[in-house]
């Protein structure tokens, strides 16, 4: 982190837990924000981010941007959040209240050159007595990612409510696989349960930078597009030719996905086995 730019680190000792507790960690933090009054407060939107930051917020009395996809200091040190809303951006601001606390996802800004010559310090903080969390974590358990991590694709193939059914999906995942692409979503699909959480893309998902990106019955919502902005090159497939993702897009295809993607499959197929 100070091979990133960080100055100083504060390092909160937790000596009896092994595991991350929410409950704590927004108590320290909160403390040490009391203390060394900082004008702003990030924290990374993920699942973890995601809890703590309102925790963080609300023992502050302060306000809360979740899922930014940029970030403006002003002059007199105002920082517009900005998210996407009502068919736009807007951003929000906090005036008034300190700190300005906003969540922002992997991916949404680029990674910082590394000064392998910076240094700075390190400030171990011991979380605060007589705590008595009424949440404890006791076990996390990870699951590796199938296929191709959506943040390090070269190609993503991402589909929406188009696919209509749990076949329509199995296309689509045929598709990725073919193309050895990561396969996304949007939140219609995950709320069908064809695909879990972890594959959204979007404002409240996962932010991804491929070269080819193909969106597969999907609507072109701004919640979404957000997530691709960085695309190299972009392909929506939709039957209705009117559909907003067609005006976002490089490459339009105007087809029924069911009748198309397995077409598009055996030509693929075709010319990489030649």
Not at 210 to 234: C, F, N, R, T
Not at 245 to 274: A, M, R, S, W
Request: proline share 6%; glycine share 8%; aromatic share 6%.
């Amino acid at each position: 982190m100070f091979q990133s730019g960080a100055d100083i680190i504060y390092q909160i000792n937790f000596p009896d837990f092994d595991k991350f507790q929410t409950e704590i960690s927004s108590i320290s933090i909160s403390d040490l924000a009391k203390e060394v009054k900082p004008q702003i407060i990030l924290i990374g939107s993920t699942f973890l981010g995601r809890e703590l930051a309102p925790l963080v917020a609300a023992r502050l009395k302060t306000g809360l941007t979740a899922h930014c996809i940029d970030l403006v200091l002003t002059e007199d040190m105002i920082l517009e959040q900005w998210i996407p809303a009502y068919g736009g951006l807007i951003a929000i601001t906090c005036p008034e209240k300190r700190p300005q606390i906003a969540t922002v996802a992997r991916g949404v800004f680029p990674i910082p050159t590394l000064d392998k010559n910076k240094t700075g310090r390190l400030v171990l903080v011991d979380k605060p007595e007589d705590i008595n969390p009424r949440v404890k974590t006791l076990e996390i358990i990870r699951t590796d990612p199938e296929g191709v991590p959506l943040e390090e694709a070269h190609t993503v193939v991402a589909g929406g409510a188009g696919a209509g059914s749990r076949e329509g999906w199995k296309q689509i995942e045929d598709l990725a696989q073919t193309l050895n692409a990561a396969l996304g979503s949007t939140r219609p699909a995950v709320d069908e349960g064809w695909i879990d959480l972890e594959t959204m893309i979007g404002q409240s998902g996962k932010m991804v930078h491929p070269d080819l990106y193909i969106g597969v019955g999907l609507s072109g919502e701004q919640q979404h597009m957000v997530g691709i902005a960085s695309a190299k090159v972009m392909v929506a497939i939709n039957n209705d030719p009117k559909s907003p993702v067609f005006h976002q897009v490089n490459y339009g295809i105007v087809e029924d996905c069911g009748e198309f993607i397995p077409i598009f499959i055996k030509k693929l197929e075709e010319y990489l086995d030649n």
